[in-house]
């Protein structure tokens, strides 16, 4: 068996299912298996998936583990010989298991490949490619001196945003969300570290697998990731758990700098909780009234059958290609394109600010998008 594809799911019932889609379309030609463990969604996630994937494996905690044990309840059973770490909320393509297959059999120092992951209208993420959080790339990620000098070799290592997106690169920090791994090395390493129960584990594991004499590198395939649509980034909690997650990995690989670093984190979580307290204050005053933006903006519907979509969608006005100008809703229809050319379509547009990409997940009638709900 060449390839077992490891998805931890909770709560996102319909992301998983266009995830599955996915991988489905992408593992043509390709043995393999396919592992989701549930982590007590309390949904009917599992069911609804188990009806549309019979031959995906399931397995169904009856409590939430966390990520990282969740994936490893899969990684210690995989039988492929890559395993491939990847979210509910994506969506891949065959040239992303293709390309990175191709390139691990040829570079035989890889021990883990990402992708040039794209939110869901297009733009790239720059967690797809970082370098580890020493105490200073750490401390410029904290106080915002990356963001102020983006493209600084000094100041910006953390998302490595001086090196091109576009062109392979042997990084140091792969993210969870796409990571696709030599088997035997991942379960040698006995796979994330389940200290960390979320966030910080892909951290740790990349760092696991550089000491371990191996590579890490970065494709530019395309790929979408909602980025975590349960996940809400300027929360208080997150920011708890994140900087917790960065207090661990220190901790266990930098213990002499810990008792220094210690004070800086917390001094960052204040400061990044103080920021999001403001936020949420400034949105309750001001943004209040403001309309969704399935109101604000017209649509553009991509499909053989733009009628019976509108219809099924409740849109009364609609065009069927993108105008030059103004702002759009852009609703691509999976009933009649694959996975690979909506991933497609939407890194091609992806240059206009006034798109916002969504799919219209065709045998559930629904709508699927980083910007709404589903």
């Known amino acids: 068996m060449e390839l077992t594809v490891v998805i931890v799911n909770y709560r996102v019932k319909y992301l998983l299912e266009q995830t599955l889609r996915s991988v489905e379309q992408a593992m043509q030609g390709i043995s393999g298996e396919v592992i989701v ?43 492929g010989e890559y395993t491939l770490i990847l979210n509910p909320d994506t969506i891949i393509t065959p040239q992303c298991l293709q390309e990175g297959i191709a390139w691990m059999k040829s570079h035989p120092k890889c021990g883990a490949i990402g992708a040039r992951m794209m939110d869901g209208n297009g733009v790239f993420l720059p967690e797809s490619k970082r370098s580890f959080p020493t105490p200073w790339v750490s401390f410029c990620k904290i106080f915002g001196l990356s963001k102020l000098f983006p493209r600084s070799r000094w100041f910006a290592k953390y998302h490595l945003r001086y090196l091109s997106d576009l062109e392979p690169q042997n990084i140091d920090i792969l993210s969870g969300a796409y990571m696709l791994c030599r088997t035997k090395l991942l379960q040698q390493l006995g796979g994330f570290d389940e200290d960390f129960f979320m966030y910080g584990e892909d951290i740790d594991l990349s760092y696991r697998i550089v000491k371990a004499g ?49 004070p800086i984190i917390k001094l960052g979580v204040l400061v990044r909780a103080g920021l999001s307290i403001a936020k949420r204050v400034f949105k309750r005053i001001f943004l209040h009234k403001t309309k969704s933006v399935r109101e604000t903006l017209p649509w553009v519907i991509i499909s053989d059958d733009a009628r019976a979509v509108a219809d099924r969608c409740g849109i009364k006005d609609y065009e069927t290609t993108i105008p030059s100008t103004g702002c759009h809703n852009v609703l691509i229809d999976d009933g009649c394109h694959t996975c690979a050319q909506i991933v497609d379509y939407i890194r091609l547009h992806s240059d206009s600010k006034h798109i916002a990409f969504h799919i219209y997940a065709n045998r559930h009638g629904i709508i699927i998008s980083p910007k709404m709900s589903q």
């Open 37 to 79: 463990v549930d982590n007590l969604s309390g949904d009917d996630s599992i069911a609804f998936s188990r009806e549309r994937h019979p031959d995906v494996t399931y397995i169904e905690n009856q409590e939430n583990v966390g990520f990282a044990r969740a994936n490893n309840q899969a990684i210690m059973q995989a039988r």
């Open 214 to 262: 191996y590579e890490n590198w970065f494709l530019p395939t395309p790929m979408i990731h909602y980025k975590g649509e349960s996940t809400h980034k300027n929360s208080i909690r997150y920011v708890r758990i994140f900087y917790d997650a960065m207090l661990i990995f220190y901790r266990k690989h930098f213990p002499r700098f810990s008792v220094i670093f210690y």
